[in-house]
């Protein structure tokens, strides 16, 4: 009976199977060990988690965003053991999710293309190589925090052509003010910025909006992927909602750097459970 989990830091997904094709999947509330303790996450699961899975797991494999070595997953590896003592237990983090869950046991690169980026060349089975993806202040390219900087950055500059700018000001009526203010002063402007991309989704076929996601893109396929061991031979798979809304704009980058595409996916999940079941 093996559990696993997806987890981000709003949302966990857990994928459950009995052994007897009864899969089940099941969404609690996310575990970062950034902004979680052992203590809380152990409460959460009795109340959200325990009520539907609760005995006879002897598996269970934990990846997640803020699992960057073993003290943060330790945090989480603490909480799980006190829920299912005799289950045996690993957590990993999500730049692995994206890679078991995309390239299974073949050797490639993956990348995580959401609010935030990330990149690996993965051996088939562990992270080989991995270019530090800096955060979206000195990194992150092709991120949803990025194409929201360089949206919202040309906005306020007046660079934006003039039917788009009128199109961004009517859906977020922010005052330049407010929107210094959220990118500067409060928590989180990585979250702030992102959620300026569904406007560049629902404008992509627009020429300034295709642009900018493509040269994002392109911006993250020179600073990470293309530092990586026979990064011109190798499938490129790619997790994240904004590589899976902006697909055909990273099909046309790597096509022009003459790269090989292997799958987008928006989440790992079924990936993942596929890896695991099927070793």
């Given at each position: 009976?093996?559990?696993?989990?997806?987890?981000?830091?709003?949302?966990t997904?857990?994928?459950?199977?009995?052994?007897?094709?009864?899969?089940?999947?099941?969404?609690?509330?996310?575990?970062?060990?950034?902004?979680?303790?052992?203590?809380?996450?152990?409460?959460?699961?009795?109340?959200?988690?325990?009520?539907?899975?609760?005995?006879?797991i002897?598996?269970?494999?934990?990846?997640?965003?803020?699992?960057?070595?073993?003290?943060?997953?330790?945090?989480?590896k603490?909480?799980?053991?006190?829920?299912?003592?005799?289950?045996?237990?690993?957590?990993?983090?999500?730049?692995?999710?994206?890679?078991?869950?995309?390239?299974?046991?073949?050797?490639?690169?993956?990348c995580?293309?959401?609010?935030?980026?990330?990149?690996?060349?993965?051996?088939?089975?562990?992270?080989?190589?991995?270019?530090?993806?800096l955060?979206?202040?000195?990194?992150?390219?092709?991120?949803?925090?990025?194409?929201?900087?360089?949206?919202?950055?040309?906005?306020?500059?007046?660079?934006?052509?003039?039917?788009?700018?009128?199109?961004?000001?009517?859906?977020?009526?922010?005052?330049?003010?407010?929107?210094?203010?959220?990118?500067?002063?409060?928590?989180?402007p990585?979250?702030?910025?992102?959620?300026?991309?569904?406007?560049?989704?629902e404008?992509?076929?627009?020429?300034?909006?295709?642009?900018?996601?493509?040269?994002?893109f392109?911006?993250?396929?020179?600073?990470?992927?293309?530092?990586?061991s026979?990064?011109?031979?190798?499938?490129?798979?790619?997790?994240?909602?904004?590589?899976?809304?902006?697909?055909?704009?990273?099909?046309?980058v790597?096509?022009?750097?003459?790269?090989?595409?292997?799958?987008?996916?928006?989440?790992?999940?079924?990936?993942?459970t596929?890896?695991?079941?099927?070793?």
């Open positions: 009976m093996i559990l696993i989990a997806d987890s981000g830091s709003t949302k997904s857990w994928f459950y199977s009995d052994g007897e094709n009864h899969p089940e999947k099941i969404s609690t509330l996310g575990i970062n060990p950034f902004f979680r303790t052992t203590k809380d996450i152990v409460a959460e699961l009795q109340k959200d988690l325990i009520p539907k899975v609760n005995s006879g002897s598996e269970i494999y934990f990846y997640g965003a803020g699992v960057i070595n073993e003290e943060k997953g330790a945090v989480i603490f909480a799980l053991h006190k829920l299912y003592p005799s289950a045996k237990i690993e957590v990993y983090s999500d730049l692995l999710a994206a890679a078991r869950a995309t390239l299974g046991k073949e050797r490639g690169i993956a995580i293309l959401g609010t935030g980026s990330n990149s690996c060349l993965y051996n088939g089975k562990d992270i080989a190589e991995q270019v530090s993806p955060g979206f202040i000195l990194g992150d390219e092709g991120s949803g925090a990025v194409l929201g900087r360089k949206l919202v950055g040309d906005y306020l500059k007046g660079i934006m052509p003039e039917n788009i700018s009128q199109k961004f000001q009517k859906q977020y009526p922010f005052s330049y003010s407010e929107i210094l203010e959220n990118v500067y002063k409060k928590e989180k990585n979250k702030f910025l992102a959620r300026f991309v569904p406007f560049l989704n404008n992509k076929n627009d020429g300034y909006c295709n642009e900018l996601v493509e040269n994002s392109n911006e993250f396929i020179q600073r990470n992927v293309k530092q990586y026979d990064f011109n031979k190798l499938e490129i798979s790619f997790v994240g909602s904004v590589a899976y809304f902006f697909q055909e704009q990273l099909k046309s790597l096509s022009n750097n003459k790269l090989k595409l292997g799958v987008i996916v928006k989440e790992p999940l079924e990936g993942l596929q890896y695991h079941l099927n070793k």
